[in-house]
């Protein structure tokens, strides 16, 4: 039963948090509020159309959305004839954050918010955007907001009120306050939201952002009632009819964001399933891409009645994309779960992803700059599938994008990799890594630079696990540069290479012998000391053994504990580095304490080239300081 002295009661304390943060924003931009309340209208209408198709006896009228301003009494209202709160309603939506959006939100900004704000104007916006605010953004402009509601089927009325600075009553409506059915919102406006009162403002930002609402929209001032909005879904109407603003601005809604899509997509299937999809790739990465439990972002709706908000019509590798599906075929008069087992329902799934991937393709070719912002935005998502789903590889290998020892700017496609491919190369190389940068300056390219063959550098944690499962493209096998011998002596050295360098070492006697005694200083921390084919201009570096898994794919292994300890690394030589000739003619040298010296160091530096740390730091800083006070002693040339 309600209270009826309407005794007000505590928001939940993240409620508190975050209405402190909206009464005490200093927006210049505060109409997104307008938007939140205009979409929360809209989605009760279509809650009542769902419910209704189980409950014959909850009947509606055509739904519609009324703003109301009241100049007199200085107030924005909202009414719509949709599905309407219960008191318990009223205290779970309206004194909790169930959302996950605007909880992220305040786990972000909720401390030391004020600071948070200090930020310009137009990013705080495009914060509340990402993550959501909804109802609570109505404390923004009013200082006072009442809510007046009646259940669907019920026949009990409440009112909600709160002036957002810690409490709320819940109370019995007076006569006549409370709509037949549904909600009204209204909005004491605050000193400096009084422009809300005009109806011109009002009108430009229905057209701006809520235009394409499936519901109409209303509006009732002094000059009498119009309609904004004709409430027909924009996915319905035919793309000519359709212009570019109107996309965006579905978009925006669909997404609460404000950015524009990187791409629009929007069909009409028929034939085997009859369908209409709307689909976007958004223009950012949305903040929440990489939480595991975030939701499907596809609306489904069967002949226009919006059936689940977050269904998952697409595979999780092409989780980033929005999209709007209705379809004419699938029952209406069964529950969601059901829909969602049925094999139309996994029919149309595959062919939405088909047309997607397509659509994808299409793109990468016709307009490679603005397919390139998609794969730095949404690249390591889309690669998940090429481990995920084994039948989508080759289409997704046609989008795959990389930065390479050649280009390390990026955009190299494997069609372009293999036309770069050089006489007697059997296999794509590439290497694994943290960042780009070192990778590119990695000892391990030297040798494949000098012969002109590319290496793919793959910064993604994902691509670990991808090239650990693909077989190969195009014929040609995956291989790490870093695993195994290099195998690369076939390919012939460029002439053009600076040739000092790269020039055959003349033999060097007892080079054999020196690896042999450098793997007995090393131990076990090496499973051998051998010769490499793959160094130009760095003496030494490390390699996984032909047995052992690639050295990185290794350590994320390892850091996931799914592995025990690393596997041995190959130490491999270059014997043309000077520092290597100048070691081969000291062997036998009386001082055995310096030799060691040079080859610890020599083992930690091709460590660090890795990111990784020296073996035994203490060890490391003594040998290194041994070895600097032996050459600043030296006396001066
Ligand atoms: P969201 O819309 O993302 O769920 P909001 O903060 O905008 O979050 O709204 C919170 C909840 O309050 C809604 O989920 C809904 O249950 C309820 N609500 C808000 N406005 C209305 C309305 N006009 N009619 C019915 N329920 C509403
Ligand atoms: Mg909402």
Known sequence: ???????????????????????????????????????????????????????????????????????????????????????????????????????????????????????????????????????????????????????????????????????????????????????????????????????????????????????????VEEKGARRLTDGVALWTKPKAAINLDEYTNFYQSLGGVFDEPALTMHWHAEGRHDYTVLAFVPGSRPFDLFDSSRPGRAKLYVRHVLIKEDAEIVPRWLRFVRLVIDSADLPLNVSRETIQESPVFASIKKAVTNRVLQELTKLAESDKEKFAKIWEHFGSVLKEGLYEDPEKRDALFGLARFATSAHSAGGRGLKDYMEGLQTNQTAIYYLLGEDLARLSASPQLEGFRARGIEVLLLPDPVDAFWVATAVGFDGKPFKSVTQGAADINSIPLKENLDAGAAEEAPPVAGLATLYALMKQVLGEAVEAVRVSDRLSSSPACLVASDRGPDRRLERILAESGRLGPASKPVLEINPAHPLIRALAARIGAPDKGKFEDIVWLLFDEARLMEGEKPADAPHFAARLTRILLDAASQPAP
């Open 1 to 219: 039963m309600p209270d009826a002295a309407g005794q007000s009661q505590a928001f939940q304390a993240d409620v508190a948090k975050l209405l402190h943060l909206m009464v005490h924003s200093v927006y210049s931009d505060r109409d997104i509020f307008l938007r939140e309340l205009l979409s929360n209208a809209a989605d009760a209408c279509e809650q009542l159309r769902y419910v209704a198709l189980a409950d014959s006896a909850l009947a509606f009228s055509p739904f519609a959305v009324r703003i109301s301003i009241d100049k007199d009494a200085q107030t924005l209202a909202f009414e719509d004839n949709g599905i309407g709160m219960s008191q318990q309603d009223l205290t779970d939506h309206l004194g909790t954050i169930a959302r996950s959006g605007t909880r992220a939100f305040l786990d972000r900004f909720g401390n030391g918010a004020e600071e948070a704000w200090g930020a310009d104007a137009r990013e705080k916006l495009e914060l509340i955007g990402q993550f959501g605010i909804g109802f609570y953004s109505a404390f923004m402009v009013a200082d006072r907001v009442d809510v007046f509601t009646r259940r669907a089927g019920a026949t009990e009325a409440f009112h909600w009120s709160s002036d957002g600075r810690g409490t709320f009553s819940i109370q019995p409506p007076a006569q006549g306050e409370a709509p037949v059915q549904g909600t009204r919102v209204v909005l004491h406006l605050n000193e400096e939201s009084k422009n809300y009162l005009e109806p011109g403002r009002i009108e430009r930002l229905v057209h701006e952002h809520s235009s394409a609402l499936a519901v109409p929209i209303e509006l």
